[in-house]
């Protein structure tokens, strides 16, 4: 059966359908709407708006549930590792031991720079941010493909997929090399896709480095975490640009720059900035809570809070406990974990953060194990963007093949002046 809704204004009123979702969510469909009453509707931020009907993510806020194709982040967290799992979320379905190795060849072949995107480094200055150097180098890889701008097959769509996942690991490893002033040097190394990333990063020329492997486990469970997310504000972006049918570079180069914002992606670099500098100025936790609450300061608690989530994010829970085994297999410790876990235990007994349900997100643990296993901070976002990818390419196939696809084009209601000649609007 399904539900209706009627919506009435002006004692017109209109019949919408329904639809119900396979978790049971509900959504009035208001395709008729402005047709049936002259109205659109107006939902600052998308909060309380579906922009698509989706196979892939389904979260559940209010239970703090996560799942990829079904299956619970938790148990793909614990069983599966980032290649596998990019290949559920992009195909739908876990590849078979064909499947993986083809694709890990694909990958493979695909690992380098033509030369001369090696050489459009030349051209960052060295304090460049790194996700400008990332969004710039992801859409310059269409200036090589140009017979990828239409994907129409299968295998054009599983080689410009397996561009994107290869490549991005070098783009990353030279924009840090770069940034230091080192040569670009590729040092590809064995072992899974986070392994090679890491000997790509920090291998130089007769220093080969090869990760540990709980180290290059940790970060491969990042990637894991990070891989998709449903309609967040850079996936999103990534359905809008590829709503145009514009190529799938530029569409996850769009979804790099949406990440980038400290509201977004960019908040695991700020939640780091942030607890360094509660440890440089000796700051104590409670003025720090304090702070949050203060009606005329800015000041948020990076790291916290969710537009979905009004409980625990599940991938926060699972990378808190890894911080600690991956310190723990480091030698290491880092006093800003033990301010992250004072905080988070301030805020969760306070009624602020309790009565608006702010929980700590992926990104408020995340830094302490990249800056544990020796990525710079400016490259936390960088790191989210790797582990993405796979969820911006999946949404991008799936508005493509959605046959009754609409190019995205939002209403606005109009506050600005009215109708007025020139010579009126010159005097001001
Ligand atoms: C990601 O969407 C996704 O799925 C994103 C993501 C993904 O995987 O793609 O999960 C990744 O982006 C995680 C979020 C990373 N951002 C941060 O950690 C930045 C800090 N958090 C906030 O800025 C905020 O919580 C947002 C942006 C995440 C959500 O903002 P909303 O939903 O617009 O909530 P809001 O700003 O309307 O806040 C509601 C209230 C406000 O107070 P009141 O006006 O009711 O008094 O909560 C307060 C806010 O001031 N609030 C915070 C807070 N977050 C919200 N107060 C202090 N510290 C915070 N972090």
């Known amino acids: 059966m399904q539900d209706k809704a009627i919506i009435t204004n002006d004692s017109k009123s209109t019949e919408c359908p329904v639809i119900i979702g396979t978790e049971g969510e509900k959504a009035i469909d208001i395709a008729k709407?402005?047709?049936?009453?002259?109205?659109?509707?107006?939902?600052?931020?998308?909060?309380?708006?579906?922009?698509?009907l989706s196979k892939i993510t389904f979260i559940d806020g209010d239970l703090g549930i996560l799942r990829y194709r079904g299956i619970d982040i938790a148990e793909?967290?614990?069983?599966?590792d980032f290649i596998e799992t990019a290949y559920l979320i992009i195909w739908g379905r876990f590849p078979t031991a064909d499947e993986r190795k083809a694709f890990e060849a694909q990958m493979a072949e695909n690992a380098k720079l033509p030369d001369s995107m090696t050489q459009q480094f030349e051209g960052f200055p060295k304090d460049a941010h790194p996700m400008a150097?990332?969004?710039?180098?992801?859409?310059?890889?269409?200036?090589?493909?140009?017979d990828l701008f239409e994907i129409k097959d299968e295998k054009s769509f599983a080689r410009a997929t397996a561009i994107l996942l290869s490549k991005i690991r070098l783009i990353a490893a030279y924009t840090y090399k770069h940034a230091n002033g080192d040569a670009l040097f590729c040092q590809q190394g064995e072992g899974g896709y986070a392994a090679q990333f890491l000997s790509m990063m920090f291998s130089w020329p007769g220093k080969r480095y090869v990760a540990d492997a709980d180290v290059a486990r940790a970060l491969d469970l990042l990637f894991i975490l990070?891989?998709?997310?449903?309609?967040?504000?850079?996936?999103?972006?990534?359905r809008m640009v590829?709503?145009?049918?514009?190529n799938l570079f530029t569409a996850t180069s769009a979804g790099v720059s949406a990440l980038w914002g400290k509201l977004h992606g960019g908040?695991?670099?700020?939640?780091?900035?942030?607890?360094?500098?509660?440890?440089?100025?000796g700051d104590s936790i409670e003025s720090v809570i304090a702070k949050c609450k203060q009606k005329d300061s800015d000041f948020r608690l990076m790291g916290f809070g969710h537009r979905v989530y009004k409980n625990f994010d599940p991938r926060a829970k699972i990378i808190k406990v890894a911080?600690?085994?991956?310190?723990?297999?480091?030698?290491?410790?880092?006093?800003?974990?033990?301010?992250?876990?004072?905080?988070?235990?301030?805020?969760?007994?306070?009624?602020?953060?309790?009565?608006?349900?702010?929980?700590?997100?992926?990104?408020?643990?995340?830094g302490i194990i990249m800056r544990a296993i020796g990525i710079p901070t400016n490259m936390f976002t960088v790191m989210f963007a790797i582990g993405r990818m796979p969820g911006w390419i999946a949404n991008w196939k799936e508005t493509n093949e959605n046959p009754k696809a609409r190019i995205y084009r939002?209403?606005?209601?109009y506050m600005g002046p009215k109708l007025r000649s020139y010579e009126d609007a010159k005097k001001g």
């Open 33 to 52: 709407l402005r047709s049936q009453t002259g109205c659109i509707t107006f939902d600052d931020g998308y909060g309380n708006t579906g922009s698509c």
């Open 76 to 80: 793909l967290s614990e069983k599966s």
């Open 133 to 146: 150097v990332l969004t710039s180098m992801i859409n310059a890889m269409s200036c090589h493909h140009h």
């Open 226 to 238: 990070h891989a998709d997310h449903e309609q967040n504000c850079s996936t999103s972006t990534v």
């Open 242 to 246: 590829a709503s145009s049918e514009a």
């Open 267 to 281: 908040a695991n670099q700020a939640v780091l900035e942030m607890l360094e500098g509660i440890k440089n100025s």
């Open 323 to 366: 911080c600690d085994k991956v310190l723990d297999k480091l030698g290491k410790s880092d006093p800003l974990l033990q301010i992250a876990k004072d905080l988070e235990k301030a805020a969760l007994s306070d009624s602020y953060f309790v009565d608006r349900k702010l929980y700590p997100n992926v990104d408020f643990y995340s």
């Open 410 to 413: 939002p209403r606005q209601i």
